[in-house]
């Protein structure tokens, strides 16, 4: 027990106010100033607990600084533009993308870099992979970043924004929370009360679940600051994450340690605690605000219509056998959508000022391939 400081502190805020809500644990899980989980450690690679779509081939990034350059040229080109990453892990996203983008030099030069990253080990990553990088500046949050044309990437940043989940029960639905069992080890629970009216706001797929079933939501908080910033301030924003395309029932909570699902109650702050985003709410919210949505679309489509197969070939031409088959076996992975693949399993949706009618890989084929 003394080995989990975070387990402690949970089990004795529990006894002292009650039952915990899921979003609360969840935010302690990660966030907490001493034992959360973004602000401890480094996350990713073999050595740490799961690994994302930068880190498994240059591809990735390098058609993600493509499609920026894309975005630059509908937005008429600007000479000034901030190029916004939250959630950078170790700056490999960054780095890739922006090599891509040397080959267009009006561009590399009206580029100011923002990091939005609060984990100090990860931000250490960042400065050395990234040392070489004039303009470049790191904030808390994405309120601290200057106004100003802006493009946005965030590429699995939603799923790790703490949930609310609701449970049905006979006579309406009960916020899930997190309680202490008879031996004192955390078990899920539910509130006593039913939300009122918390029905009224549903989806229409989710009103007729059963008893039994579980809904999960977030605030739009998040969602709908990028989407006001790109609205007023000219731009776009990439959101790229694992989640489904319509809000539905179901319970996603999970935690994965050591590239493994683990159980999210066992060892809180130790693993990554995460759930499925609602691509349907986050277009949603986006419209709401008045900026345009593109997609969503599957992330194997995103890619393969931005070029990635193309990319590969070229890649695999120039290398060598065993480096050769090493690309093949990522771009498998980043676009399969069989066992192992993130293919469908990841979405990809855009946000922009009104004006912007197509983003590439995100409109229909023929205008994306063309962008």
């Not at 990735?60 to 892990?89: C, D, H, N, Y």
């Not at 999210?264 to 693993?271: I, S, T, V």
């Amino acid at each position: 027990m003394s080995e989990q400081p975070l387990l402690n502190e949970i089990k004795a805020l529990i006894k002292s106010s009650g039952p915990m809500p899921v979003w609360r644990y969840m935010e302690l899980c990660l966030m907490h100033p001493r034992h959360g989980y973004y602000v401890s450690r480094d996350p990713l690679g073999r050595e740490g607990d799961f690994t994302t779509a930068p880190e498994v081939s240059q591809m990735f990034g390098e058609l993600l600084g493509l499609w920026t350059a894309s975005v630059w040229k509908q937005m008429g080109s600007p000479q000034f533009l901030r190029l916004i990453e939250i959630g950078p892990g170790r700056g490999t996203m960054m780095a890739d993308a922006l090599r891509a983008l040397r080959v267009l030099p009006p561009l590399y030069q009206a580029l100011h870099i923002h990091l939005v990253e609060v984990n100090p080990i990860l931000r250490e990553r960042q400065s050395a992979t990234l040392a070489n990088v004039r303009n470049i500046a790191w904030h808390d949050s994405i309120d601290e970043v200057p106004e100003g044309p802006s493009i946005i990437l965030a590429n699995e940043y939603f799923d790790v924004l703490p949930i609310h989940q609701m449970i049905r029960h006979e006579h309406g639905w009960h916020e899930r929370v997190i309680e202490l069992d008879a031996n004192s080890r955390l078990q899920f629970g539910a509130a006593p009360e039913p939300t009122p009216r918390f029905e009224v706001l549903l989806p229409p797929l989710v009103r007729a679940a059963p008893v039994g079933a579980v809904f999960e939501w977030r605030p739009d908080g998040e969602i709908m600051k990028l989407a006001t910033r790109v609205r007023d301030q000219d731009g776009a924003a990439l959101i790229i994450d694992y989640g489904h395309l319509r809000s539905d029932a179901g319970d996603t909570f999970q935690a994965i340690a050591r590239h493994t699902f683990a159980d999210p109650l066992k060892a809180p702050g130790q693993a990554d605690v995460t759930a499925h985003v609602d691509f349907q709410a986050l277009a949603r919210a986006a419209e709401d605000v008045g900026a345009r949505v593109h997609g969503p679309v599957t992330q194997g489509d995103f890619l393969k219509r931005i070029g990635i197969d193309t990319r590969a070939a070229a890649l695999m031409q120039k290398a060598a056998p065993e480096v050769a088959t090493d690309i093949s076996v990522a771009l498998k992975r980043l676009t399969d959508t069989g066992r192992g693949g993130m293919g469908s399993m990841f979405k990809v949706l855009g946000i922009s000022e009104p004006r912007l009618t197509a983003l590439a890989g995100l409109s229909d084929l023929e205008q994306a391939g063309e962008t």
